[in-house]
């Protein structure tokens, strides 16, 4: 399959209902006449993009269900007429359990949604209040059950990890109640202390509140350990799923694939050139009314450089790099260009390496980051 046969169309829906104290990405606290405008935008920057097929659509934030189903419903529609979605492709919502309506489910399965990320992010009371969420544990069973009902082909939860405060104990039982929900996909994530946030401003005055890089592994290994166990694929650093129920729109990221991000601050990366829209919100939506460029940050990705970041997305997955498609795509011999940092790693006991396959260890999925990395900026 080319590149091109696999784009995958990412939507960015930016209004939350609160703000989290930890949270890095583009958001604003939703306001109906705000998020009004932005819709308004998103669909007269759909109708001014190129019309190219695409396999997968996913809609992320902020907090895509802060729009009401039929407005998501409208949406879907007008980007399945643009980019030629298959009936049966692969749909993603994030949600926000709180915001979760009776009927919601059923109105996105209608549009054509197969898949829902429930960000949980913990069944523990305390943790759920430090990371300023509002859910309870009873909450999220019944949006589990709900989507169940509605008939989505895959449910998702999102768990963060390394709280302050938290224990081992309560993340095991985070865990195991994630686990006893029977549901399809759990994506895990270390918490990240990002600048400019309240928790940088927490973790300057009171850094021992923090999780060490000991305990944080120690928190990964757990989360490892019980989801192998309970039968779910580690299928990429922070993934793991039910056999059939792996990410596709995240997986032709990992591949190197193609995508393209509609929206404030969204991400695109077609014909070797990664863009990136402006994170002002006034700025996208006054470019796009005014039918100018919208402002966005671009680099291409040539030669060395794109192969350093296609290995990097690589060994995040189970399946690593396959030297001889590598080479076929990247005209680079694996083994042979990035010889002195496999050697390191294998030595150190980070990868495994042969002919066919380089891929991280157990080991070193715990330093996955810094491995991944090293191979950005080797050459
Ligand atoms: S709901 Fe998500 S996007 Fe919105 S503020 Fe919280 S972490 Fe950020």
New binding site residues.
């Given amino acids: 399959m080319t590149p091109s046969a696999t784009l995958g169309i990412y939507v960015h829906l930016?209004f939350?209902?609160?703000?989290?104290p930890?949270?890095d990405?583009a958001?604003w606290p939703h306001r109906r006449s705000a998020s009004d405008r932005y819709l308004r935008a998103l669909e007269e920057e759909i109708a001014a993009t190129d019309a190219r097929p695409a396999v997968t659509l996913f809609f992320g934030?902020?907090?895509p269900n802060a729009y009401d189903a039929s407005e998501l419903a409208g949406l879907i529609a007008r980007l399945r007429e643009r980019f030629s979605l298959r009936a049966g492709a692969e749909i993603s919502v994030e949600v926000?359990p709180e915001l979760v309506r009776d009927g919601d489910f059923a109105r996105y399965r209608e549009a054509g949604v197969t898949r829902v990320s429930i960000?949980v992010q913990s069944f523990e009371a305390v943790e759920i209040a430090t990371l300023?969420?509002k859910h309870t544990p009873e909450h999220v069973e019944a949006v589990v059950a709900q989507a169940r009902e509605a008939g989505l082909d895959s449910v998702s939860l999102d768990l963060i990890f390394a709280v302050p405060g938290q224990t081992r104990a309560g993340w095991r039982r985070d865990l195991e109640r994630a686990i006893a929900l029977g549901v399809d996909h759990i994506s895990t994530y270390g918490l990240t202390v990002e600048e400019g946030t309240p928790y940088a401003a927490w973790q300057l005055r009171e850094p021992r509140a923090f999780a060490d890089d000991a305990l944080e592994a120690d928190f990964y290994e757990d989360a490892i350990d019980l989801l192998e166990a309970a039968g779910y694929e580690h299928y990429e650093i922070s993934n793991f799923a039910k056999a059939g129920h792996r990410c596709r729109h995240n997986e032709n990221y990992w591949n190197n694939g193609e995508y393209l991000g509609l929206g404030v601050g969204a991400a695109s990366f077609r014909d070797g050139e990664r863009s990136v829209h402006t994170r002002d919100l006034e700025e996208y939506v006054a470019s796009v009314q005014s039918r100018a460029e919208i402002p966005s940050e671009k680099e291409r990705l040539e030669g060395v450089r794109r192969a350093g970041e296609a290995a990097m997305l690589s060994l995040r997955t189970a399946q690593g790099v396959v030297p001889g498609a590598f080479k076929e795509r990247y005209g680079l011999d694996f083994l042979e260009f990035y010889a002195p940092i496999v050697e390191e790693f294998r030595t150190a006991g980070l990868l495994e390496a042969d002919a066919d396959r380089v891929r991280l260890t157990r080991r070193g999925r715990f330093v996955a980051n810094d491995v991944c990395a090293a191979f950005v900026t080797y050459g």
Wanted: hydrophobic share 10%; glycine share 24%.
């Fill in positions: 930016p939350c209902p609160y703000i989290c930890y949270c990405f958001k934030g902020g907090t926000n960000g300023g969420r």
